[in-house]
């Protein structure tokens, strides 16, 4: 009986513990909130791994055990069975809450892994994010704090309305509300305080619930991007569209794109236009946009358009487009390609645009200039043939007047007619000359030779050439060359020129008895030379000063014209002075104090052989015989004087006044030719085309001088080309440098024919 009531009691106990131990095991596992058990159909738990299901079990098992206990002593058997029963529960509750325990430590690892990404995350992207719960905020990211200067205290809850715009505060509250009842998100647009300067600036909201598998949504997440710059960007990109389109309208400009696969062509209205047709109305194929283009413009238009897709190239074409009227219309078309991933072509897009008005106004320049250039032609051979004929008559006259002065029998009353005649056909010839000159000087057709030169020597000749008129006016002319450095790099003609139109002036501006002073030095690294020509004549007034250089302009305004003269001899000398790299200036006090001119120019070492005017001198000897020349000219009179000349200055002459007469005389008794160019049966320059291979040098004695005009002669085979009518000394002077440079079996240089 006490056997009994002990192995009564053990069962008890062991029931009562079986039920303890089966709870606890369920308590511990229920008691983590944080890890939900899967839940049945119901809603209840389903007892995996734990719950409430083992501890109803083992309870169950305790109390059957107790009741069993209870009975009579031949169910002792089934009482035993039931308590290893609750045995076997205790064990399973252990193995329960074990593994209940192992796996709430995975849930939390991952749990906490999870939670780190996210804030690793949030913390790295640039925009504003949140969590929140039912009750509001709960967490933000550095951004957000940074960005609205509230603290986490002022955030969570319902505290972050406090950052946004007050007019928009209401709304975000809405839809807030609206998330937090129905579990679900929203976007929307709302400003939020910069805490930095207390501007407002608008961002794009989107809050998304945190979907976690059981009933109803517990947590959200929130992201705010900046979308004031975005909007900004899209409005000024629209602006921008707008301006691009109004550009292309008014500049008449359209856009295309050719796909080149699909061989079509996107067009834009203003395209359209360009192509005479109406908004919406092209085809949108290439090959219909071919058909707008002339016919005799469509095939290079393909040409070109093929070949920016064949070499990736930009493309460029212009042609005419035909409109539906009939009218023909001018464009401008330039395109860029693009090249897919594979490096081919895909697509070329492109600008028109309508140059119709261009190509009329280049139609117009074109024929006006063709116009000027005919008209510039025509002025150009008048000019020739005036100065011929205004030329030719002055040869004879020239010639015979220093026939007669050269002849020591004429009576010095003779002698002074005589030098009237002589002064004043020079002065015709120097007119003539301006006339040539400045026209050449206007078109940039002045030429020059340059070597280097002695100005002092140009000096004195020029001195000595307006000798006659400073003694007719007793003027005291004074010489002063003093410059150390006085070589120039010149044209020995054209600074002559100069330098004798500054002389000539200042002798014919001065009162008989007054003083022309011509003076020079030499200054500055490098060394430039000056050269002065001053006197004490009628002065320049201050208003003409300024405008003494220009063409036509002279320095006296007297009404009867008593100095002569065009005015174009300053504006010549001042641009032969900048074609040397010099500076030609004028100074005066005013009327009746004079004038001063100075020639500014850099100076030069001079050449190795130079003569005392700076030019190389040739060694050759004089010849052993007097020198042959062949003289052709048409002019009866003019023929006789020069032949006459000539021949008083120890020359062989033979005369022809045809190119025929000319071609009969041997070659061989020739040692140079002279010949005019204009000849009644043909050209100078064929006589001399047919003489120079010979190797007979020739000079060209023509009343020609235009640039084209020398050009031929050399061109020719001519060694120099003299203009009519020539001072006898300066011819002579020729013949003998042209003798001796280029003696009989030199061939001159021939042009090819």
């Known amino acids: 009986m006490q056997a009994m009531d002990q192995s009564q009691g053990l069962g008890v106990w062991t029931c009562c513990a079986t039920a303890v131990g089966l709870a606890v095991a369920s308590a511990l596992v229920r008691g983590r909130s944080d890890l939900r058990p899967a839940r049945g159909p119901a809603g209840l738990p389903s007892g995996r791994y734990g719950g409430l299901g083992p501890c109803l079990f083992g309870l169950a098992l305790g109390v059957a055990a107790a009741a069993v206990w209870s009975l009579p002593t031949p169910r002792a058997s089934a009482a035993f069975g039931l308590n290893v029963l609750g045995l076997l529960g205790v064990a399973g509750a252990g193995l329960i809450a074990a593994l209940a325990v192992r796996r709430d430590r995975r849930a939390r690892r991952a749990l906490a892994e999870s939670e780190a990404a996210y804030r690793t995350l949030a913390e790295g992207v640039e925009q504003l994010v949140w969590a929140a719960g039912p009750e509001g905020v709960t967490d933000a990211n550095r951004h957000w704090f940074e960005y609205t200067g509230l603290t986490p205290a002022q955030t969570v809850g319902d505290g972050w309305i406090a950052a946004l715009h007050p007019d928009d505060a209401a709304a975000a509250r809405s839809c807030w509300e609206s998330a937090v009842s129905s579990g679900g998100g929203f976007d929307v647009d709302y400003r939020f305080r910069r805490g930095s300067d207390g501007s407002y600036r608008r961002h794009v909201g989107r809050v998304r619930p945190v979907l976690e598998g059981g009933p109803g949504v517990t947590r959200w997440v929130g992201t705010a991007v900046d979308a004031e710059d975005r909007g900004r960007s899209v409005e000024t990109l629209r602006a921008d569209e707008e301006r691009l389109r109004l550009a292309l309208d008014a500049g008449r400009m359209g856009t295309w794109d050719y796909d080149v696969g699909a061989e079509t062509v996107a067009c834009s209205p203003s395209l359209e236009a360009i192509h005479g047709r109406l908004p919406g109305t092209f ?17 290079g238009f393909v040409r070109a358009v093929r070949r920016a897709v064949a070499s990736a190239l930009p493309h460029y074409a212009e042609y005419r487009l035909v409109w539906p009227d009939g009218s023909v219309h001018w464009v401008e078309d330039r395109g860029k ?91 015709e010839v120097r007119l003539i000359d301006d006339l040539l000159d400045v026209t050449r000087v206007v078109h940039g057709k002045l030429q020059y030779r340059f070597e280097v030169v002695d100005a002092h020597s140009l000096l004195r000749r020029t001195v000595d050439v307006c000798r006659g008129d400073v003694d007719a006016k007793r003027i005291d002319l004074v010489l002063d060359t003093v410059a150390a450095e006085h070589h120039v790099l010149a044209d020995p003609a ?39 020509v001053s006197d004490t004549g009628l002065g320049i007034d201050p208003a003409v000063l300024p405008r003494i250089f220009n063409a036509f302009e002279q320095a006296e305004d007297t009404a009867d014209g008593r100095f002569g003269g065009l005015g174009l001899g300053l504006a010549i000398s001042r641009a032969i002075v900048t074609a040397h790299g010099g500076e030609l200036t004028a100074e005066s ?82 040692d140079l030719l002279v010949s005019d160019l204009g000849l009644p049966d043909g050209s100078g320059l064929d006589l001399m085309r047919s003489l120079a291979p010979r190797g007979v040098p020739g000079i060209a004695l023509t009343g020609f001088g235009m640039e084209e005009d020398v050009r ?4 020719a085979g001519f060694i120099a080309h003299l203009t009519k009518p020539v001072d006898f000394a300066r011819l002579d002077a020729m013949i003998r440098k042209v003798a001796s440079e280029h003696p009989r079996g030199v061939a001159a240089p021939v042009a090819e024919t």
């Open 283 to 299: 085809p949108g194929t290439f090959e219909a946009y071919q058909g707008d283009i002339h016919p005799d413009d469509r095939e």
């Open 589 to 670: 006090r005013g009327r009746n104090q004079g004038a001063t001119f100075r020639v500014s120019l850099p100076t030069a070492a001079p050449a190795d052989g130079a003569g005392p005017d700076g030019v190389g001198r040739p060694h050759a000897d004089a010849p052993a015989r007097p020198l042959r020349i062949l003289l052709v000219e048409d002019d009866p009179m003019t023929a006789r004087i020069m032949a006459r000349l000539l021949r008083n200055n120890g020359y062989e002459v033979t005369t022809a006044n045809t190119l025929a007469a000319a071609r009969a005389v041997s070659t061989d008794g020739v």
């Open 494 to 532: 054209r600074l002559q020129q100069v330098l004798w139109n500054l002389v000539k002036n200042a002798v014919k501006f001065t009162p008989a008895g007054g003083l022309v002073r011509v003076r020079t030095w030499d200054e500055g690294t490098p060394s430039r030379l000056t050269v002065e």
């Open 337 to 427: 390609p693009f090249v897919d991933a594979s490096g081919r072509v895909e697509r070329v897009t492109g600008v028109c645009v309508d140059v119709t008005e261009r190509k009329r106004v280049e139609g117009d320049l074109r024929r006006a200039l063709a116009l000027a250039e005919d008209a510039g032609r025509a002025k150009d051979k008048f000019l020739a043939m005036l100065s011929h004929e205004l030329r030719t008559p002055l040869a004879p006259v020239l010639l015979a007047a220093e026939e007669m002065l050269a002849d020591p029998d004429v009576l010095e009353h003779h002698r002074e007619s005589l030098a009237l005649v002589r002064q004043n056909v020079e002065l």
């Open 712 to 715: 031929n002669s050399r061109d």
